[in-house]
């Protein structure tokens, strides 16, 4: 049986798509895979795919490495007014 696509929001992807072209953070709400709900400030540095998920790859506000959270997963977005520069 081959894998299902999750359903992605397309409201949520379209902010994301937003704040990625602006170079702007955001704040997304989201959930774990135990469903634990959290709400993190992020820099969003790009979109990857594997198989039939996509993720964001991210940089959480205060880290400074990249993160990817799976897109299915992200609840609500908020694009922020503030810019950012793109890590070397």
Known sequence: MPLL?????PAVLSL?????YEDRLITVEYYN?????QTATVMPLGLAQQGVRLYLVCRFDGFDNERTLAIHRIKKVVVSTFNFNRPQ
């Open 5 to 9: 696509a999750p359903t992605v929001s």
């Open 16 to 20: 994301i798509s937003e704040a990625l």
């Open 33 to 37: 895979a135990e469903h634990k709900t």
